[in-house]
């Protein structure tokens, strides 16, 4: 069987009793996840967390914008990291290196947590699953952000690059986010940014999609396909 499947299938099955838990936690505010840092890193399985090696920001000081999910702050987390469910954790993900990052306020520093030990994160109530992918082409193993888990699941592979602008007269580097969205439909993955990708993939329900399609009358560019597919992978796991 697929890896991807696998894993996907064990992450489906592991995450969903413990998103009651993980609501809560978004709740807190950034400052309360710093206060309670203090809780996790004193139990001693805590010491888990905390094998990483150190992270430094790598970016330069004429930059536009950060390499960080949503925000340069530390957010307060959920993580299922080395065996164990670990909550209320400050949190940074890093989309250029495809990073987790824990911040430890105790000594103020910044750690990478290993990615090869994050089965999934939770922030800001957006669950990530990491993905072991057999081929680099058709999707790079790492963290996918899961939009849907139904029979067929919908992800999005978040990140960010650099680009070089002149601004003001003045060199500049500014960050832009950049998503690829896939699917994985009966162990089968694939990358999807149009309708008649989708269509190609999602066979036996095809003229259902394509009316479904036109009376919501959905659209795939740039700014609108993430919405757009999530609505037709929605509708064809309800069929």
Request: glycine share 6%; charged share 20%; hydrophobic share 40%.
């Given at each position: 069987?697929?890896?991807?499947?696998?894993?996907?299938?064990?992450?489906?099955?592991?995450?969903?009793?413990?998103?009651?838990?993980?609501?809560?936690?978004?709740?807190?505010?950034?400052?309360?996840?710093?206060?309670?840092a203090a809780v996790w890193r004193t139990d001693a399985t805590a010491a888990r967390l905390l094998r990483g090696t150190e992270y430094l920001d790598?970016?330069?000081?004429?930059?536009?914008?950060?390499?960080?999910?949503?925000?340069?702050?530390?957010?307060?987390?959920?993580?299922?990291?080395?065996?164990?469910?670990?909550?209320?954790?400050?949190?940074?993900?890093?989309?250029?290196?495809?990073?987790?990052?824990?911040?430890?306020?105790?000594?103020?520093?910044?750690?990478?947590?290993?990615?090869?030990?994050?089965?999934?994160?939770?922030?800001?109530?957006?669950?990530?699953?990491?993905?072991?992918?057999?081929?680099?082409?058709?999707?790079?193993?790492?963290?996918?952000?899961?939009?849907?888990?139904?029979?067929?699941?919908?992800?999005?592979?978040?990140?960010k690059k650099v680009a070089e602008e002149i601004v003001q007269q003045h060199l500049s580097f500014i960050y832009k986010e950049t998503s690829r969205?896939?699917?994985?439909?009966?162990?089968?993955?694939?990358?999807?940014?149009?309708?008649?990708?989708?269509?190609?993939?999602?066979?036996d329900h095809k003229p259902e999609l394509q009316k479904f399609a036109r009376s919501n009358k959905l659209k795939f560019s740039t700014t609108e396909?993430?919405?757009?597919?999530?609505?037709?992978?929605?509708?064809?796991?309800?069929?």
């Open positions: 069987m697929n890896k991807f499947f696998c894993s996907l299938t064990s992450f489906g099955a592991l995450i969903f009793p413990l998103y009651t838990q993980a609501q809560q936690v978004l709740a807190d505010t950034t400052t309360e996840a710093i206060a309670l790598y970016t330069p000081g004429n930059t536009i914008g950060n390499q960080f999910y949503l925000t340069n702050a530390s957010q307060p987390g959920s993580v299922y990291y080395d065996g164990r469910y670990f909550t209320k954790v400050p949190l940074l993900y890093d989309l250029k290196l495809d990073q987790l990052i824990l911040t430890d306020t105790v000594r103020n520093i910044k750690l990478r947590l290993v990615n090869e030990g994050v089965k999934f994160f939770i922030l800001d109530g957006r669950r990530f699953v990491r993905v072991q992918s057999d081929s680099a082409a058709t999707a790079p193993t790492g963290f996918y952000q899961l939009l849907l888990n139904g029979r067929t699941q919908l992800l999005a592979r978040r990140s969205l896939f699917i994985n439909n009966k162990g089968k993955l694939a990358e999807v940014g149009k309708l008649n990708d989708l269509l190609a993939l999602l066979t396909r993430e919405l757009s597919t999530i609505q037709l992978v929605e509708y064809y796991n309800s069929l």
